[in-house]
């Protein structure tokens, strides 16, 4: 595979000027484009626009049988703004939350729109009695399906090539799932934030070893927005716009168990492109905020390594060190990632960009990590291990 | 957005609260689907009936592909010859299940695992990202070989369902058990 070479001549250069959520819960009363709404109203307020002043717009939402609905673009349209306007939904599996402003990034940076506004939402509680049913659906039909497989088989099996590969306990991987849940309670949004130690987390249900209940993130409802702007429109409603530096994405094929899964190749070849539009050589040094997916605790240090924030088998490490607490070198989901906040699966990743948005405006409150901070990176991993989607951002 | 003091939007239901709300609908979708194997994977559930695992190799690159594919992914031209591989592999990676696909519990916990197969060209070296393999069954197998890591290297073959049980299915082969002994 080749990574690809991004155009790096665009037309306009494009920055985040608004961003909202919803809360981040495990069933809710609005029904998904109620959420849209809310997310979107939020986001608009913040950057001091109106739906008037928005050109196009960009939906991401994962399957449709989470929310029982088909078309869930169209469905989701008039709550994210999108009537009598150009409107696309786009999905990669759990990769669509950060996909989504990558997405709106070139609709702006074309030329085609001046501004986009790009919400994302979930809603996995309809499907009952638990949506694990429904992701028996993203298994081969012929080849995958007659084994009876479980969504959590894959992340078991991932977990535990990357723990033989790397020489990992789970100990330490239950360090992760401390600290974001931990982080979490600063969050507004957040599900699932909790003062919980590593004994709490190896002493959870076990559900598929190496996988333990603590280790997952929980299913929840939600959504969130952003709104991406061009150049000219940015200087003219904010003094602080927070700028994509670079964006990156790539599949690999669905044939999982014919690749080794200690590594995430196709993270790293996403970040590299997201990394080369920004100019950035030396990521582990130039990237002071990072929010690597974490819809299980070992995914956030096999994100961190495909990312290059950490060199191979290395993020467990630093983890011990306190490398990725808030106040640390490279503070890692501090918003409290999926495992804390929650994870809707677009809202969780569109989630992220919004943190890396805060974190650069210094306005993450409590959140706020201890080092100056110019850039940051948000990533999110999906489908069959294959999808990596990743956003630079600067400011 | 500030810390914790921000109000977000959204209304939390408990679940006995969700299962009282006027006008809940209930609905299971009715549908039914019956997935042909298309070229290359029909043929090599023939091969599985016959107690043999087949694989293709790209003529251009040499890939060896198990289960085999149409085309190479990668020099995107078709996939010429077949190959029989021995069906004998080393496990990659493996795991313990306690639960169903929908969740439930298992009275008897299940062990699953990628099983890397050998095949001509293929090192088997550890750097090796990509190889030809199955997802499947192991046995013979217990938790305590996969929580130690004893099983991650073994050396396993496939055990066959008996001939007149074999339908041209991936459970044609039971599982994978290993080959010592």
């Not at chain 1, 990669?92 to 986009?116: D, E």
């Not at chain 2, 695992?113 to 293929?122: F, N, S, T």
Request: with cysteine; hydrophobic share 40%.
């Amino acid at each position: 595979m080749v990574v690809a070479r991004p155009n790096i001549h665009v037309k306009n250069r494009v920055a985040i000027v608004g961003a909202g959520l919803t809360l981040f819960r495990r069933r809710m009363l609005e029904t998904p484009r109620e959420l849209a709404w809310e997310a979107a109203r939020m986001a608009l307020e913040q950057a001091g626009l109106t739906l008037r002043d928005i050109d196009c717009v960009v939906i991401g939402s994962a399957p449709d049988a989470f929310d029982g609905v088909h078309m869930k673009g169209e469905y989701l349209a008039d709550g994210a703004g999108g009537l009598g306007r150009p409107t696309v939904r786009v999905y990669v599996g759990g990769g669509t939350g950060v996909f989504v402003p990558i997405a709106a990034w070139w609709h702006v940076a074309s030329g085609l729109c001046r501004s986009v506004l790009a919400v994302a939402e979930e809603k996995m509680s309809p499907a009952h009695p638990h949506p694990q049913g429904v992701f028996a659906y993203i298994w081969d039909p012929i080849l995958e399906r007659p084994l009876g497989p479980n969504l959590i088989w894959i992340f078991a099996l991932e977990m535990r090539r990357y723990m033989y590969k790397c020489n990992v306990d789970k100990k330490t991987i239950a360090k992760v799932s401390v600290k974001n849940k931990r982080n979490a309670l600063d969050h507004p949004a957040a599900q699932a934030a909790a003062n919980i130690t590593v004994e709490d987390v190896l002493k959870s249900e076990v559900l598929v070893w190496p996988v333990q209940r603590l280790d997952i993130s929980p299913v929840s409802d939600g959504a969130g927005a952003l709104v991406m702007v061009s150049e000219n429109e940015a200087r003219r409603v904010t003094d602080s716009p927070v700028w994509v530096e670079g964006v990156g994405w790539t599949l690999d094929n669905t044939h999982w168990y014919n690749r080794d899964l200690a590594y995430p190749r196709y993270v790293n070849y996403a970040a590299r492109m997201a990394y080369k539009m920004a100019g950035i050589e030396r990521p582990w040094k130039e990237i002071d905020v990072a929010e690597p997916y974490d819809p299980f605790d070992y995914k956030e240090l096999h994100h961190i390594e495909g990312l290059m924030l950490a060199r191979r088998c290395e993020a467990p490490k630093l983890l011990e060190e306190g490398w990725f607490e808030r106040d640390g070198e490279l503070p890692t989901s501090p918003s409290g990632g999926l495992l804390g906040v929650g994870n809707p699966i677009a809202a969780a990743g569109i989630m992220k960009v919004a943190e890396i948005f805060w974190q650069l405006r210094y306005e993450a409150g409590a959140r706020q990590v201890k080092k100056p901070v110019h850039k940051g990176v948000a990533q999110a991993w999906g489908d069959l291990m294959q999808a990596g989607t990743v956003i630079v951002l600067g400011n | 957005m500030a810390g914790k003091e921000a109000k977000l939007p959204g209304t939390y239901l408990k679940g006995d609260e969700m299962y009282k709300l006027p006008g809940l609908v209930e609905h299971r979708p009715e549908a039914k689907y019956s997935f042909a194997a298309g070229q290359a994977v029909s043929r090599f559930l023939e091969g599985l009936k016959e107690g043999r695992i087949l694989g293709k190799r790209c003529p251009r690159c040499g890939r060896v592909y198990v289960p085999p594919r149409s085309y190479c992914e990668y020099c995107f031209a078709p996939t010429g010859e077949w190959v029989e591989v021995s069906g004998e592999g080393e496990v990659n990676t493996a795991v313990v299940s306690y639960i169903s696909t929908f969740r439930e519990r298992l009275e008897e916990p299940e062990i699953v695992g990628v099983i890397r197969l050998y095949a001509p060209g293929y090192t088997g070296k550890e750097d090796e990202y990509e190889f030809p393999g199955l997802f499947h069954k192991l046995c013979g197998v217990t938790p305590e070989d996969v929580m130690s890591g004893r099983v991650i290297g073994m050396k396993v073959r496939p055990r066959w369902k008996p001939v007149e049980r074999r339908i041209g299915s991936i459970t044609d082969i039971e599982c994978f058990e290993p080959a010592e002994g």
